[in-house]
């Protein structure tokens, strides 16, 4: 073996020796890594927007591979968890999402009932309301005086105080008594036999109602002095009297 091939056989030896070192060192960078994002696991976050109150289903999520060492306890690994939640706060597409983020559908309390009203949507707060809500629920009426007089008294009485809201059903076209075509949604509420006979009753004889919604926190009751509104009462100083018995 002449000077030339030894020379070469050391190139190649050396070539193969600094192969062999960038390949460990590669892999040790690879272990290094590994050593520090660990396994993966399945986890779900928000394709779309959804409104607070709004039933969370498999259609709002997307699933996604996380590193086990960067998933909070509190995520949601499994669809089965968000089996009948809603959302507690407005939740942004790309979240990824959390148990705490989500709640359980409000239930009826002992005693209560479900009733549902069609409610046009200029006068539900401008889809401001949702799940979970509570509303007071305000009805314009036309009272005739008694007497031999024709004249009639408008007024405005509270129906309901913080009336819990169930459910708020999709934006529908409905024909109202003249035949006009308007937009309304179905609201359902949870309330109390009484409570439901007085919405029934302003739904039935209500020129207008109105609902008006509560801030959270601040779900105190309106005294029944208070309940009633006619603007004779205003003129003479006395707005809230001389309504008694209007409403069951």
């Known amino acids: 073996m002449n000077a030339r091939q ?3 056989i050391l190139l190649l030896l050396a070539s193969a020796l600094l192969a062999l070192a960038a390949f460990a060192g590669v892999l040790a960078v690879i272990n290094d890594v590994e050593s520090k994002v660990g396994p993966e696991t399945t986890a779900y976050e928000l394709s779309e927007d959804v409104e607070p109150y709004q039933e969370v289903t498999a259609e709002h999520v997307r699933e996604v591979s996380i590193p086990e060492r960067y998933v909070p306890d509190s995520a ?4 089965g968890q968000i089996d009948d939640r809603v959302a507690v706060g407005p939740l942004r597409e790309g979240s990824l999402l959390q148990t705490d983020m ?5 239930e009826l309390d002992p005693g209560q009932q479900e009733i ?10 401008a889809g401001k309301i ?5 509303i007071n629920m305000y009805a314009a009426f036309r009272v005739e005086e008694g007497g031999d007089s024709e004249q009639e008294t408008e007024i405005v009485q509270l129906m309901v105080n913080n009336a819990e809201v169930i459910e708020v059903g999709d934006l529908t076209e409905v024909e109202d008594e003249d035949s006009n075509r308007m937009a309304a949604v ?15 009753f302003a739904e039935a004889f209500a020129e207008q109602v109105r609902l008006a919604l509560v801030a959270p926190g601040d779900e ?3 005294p029944v002095e208070e309940r009633s509104y006619s603007i004779i009462g205003d003129i003479v100083g006395t707005p809230h009297a001389g309504l008694d018995g209007l409403v069951p």
């Open 76 to 79: 949601v690994t499994d669809l």
């Open 116 to 125: 549902a009203v069609m409610i046009d949507a200029s006068t539900g707060v």
């Open 6 to 8: 030894r020379r070469g």
């Open 186 to 200: 179905p609201i359902t509420f949870a309330l109390d036999n009484t409570d439901a006979q007085r919405v029934t």
């Open 130 to 134: 949702y799940p979970g809500a509570a």
């Open 102 to 106: 989500l709640a359980e559908r409000p």
């Open 220 to 222: 105190e009751e309106v």
